[in-house]
């Protein structure tokens, strides 16, 4: 009896085995531009070569044909990231075609923010080190100079506690990063408390800038907060106007990926 069961069950199994799996795997979104690989491939290596990514940050874009899937590279060091390790995945993070490459625990922070964000076409979480003593005291983080002006808005803090209670920090699920990107809500930046920042942006270019420069803007207004007495803050009105036209993104990217692909 018990071999009878256990042969229905292998014969089950061989039956379903590759084919049931293929018919989980959600479908491509198409191929891409291999110019926008590049841009991925590139910020990878800028944000890592900048000191926002360390050997375990990400960042992501959409799908230009298919909002509903992005991309990201392979769980591995983001300044060694080249084309050939970008995977495809669809919003509830599950791959398209895994072949066996290991994930980022940690990529639902993508899939769940792309689901609420139609305007965002790239994530990046990062362990950006100068905005860490922000996610864990009472000061908050406010645009010191133009070219962080973007934090005009406001830059809320994740409490991964008020989410998941006594966690080992890490956004492993999606009911965590739901709660993440419901806590960024309509910003381009939100910290996450003794961790690190998700940033968001219309592009890859766009988002990659924000992230140097909201890691820049940290480093300054601890070194101004250190100096003692009020802030000179940005106004609101005046990152408001900065905003409105934050110039094209080629002049910072070309001399960032220059530099960090000359390495
Ligand atoms: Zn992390």
Redesign the pocket.
Known sequence: MLSVRMTAIALLWLMAGPDFAAAQAPASGGPVDAALIEDLVAANRILADQGVLDA???VSIRHPANPNRYLVSRAMSPANVTAADIMEFDLDSNPVDQRGRSMF??RF?HGEIYKVRPDVNSVI???SPAVIPFGITKVPLRPVFHTAAFLYVGVPVFEIRDAGGTTD???RNAALAHALAATLGDKPVAL?RG??NVVVGPNVKRATIRAVYTEVDARLQTVALGLGGPINYLSPEEGALREKNPGEEGRAWDGWKEKALRK
């Open positions: 375990y940050g990400h625990l940690e922070i979480h990062s362990h920090m890490l956004v996450m961790h690190g």
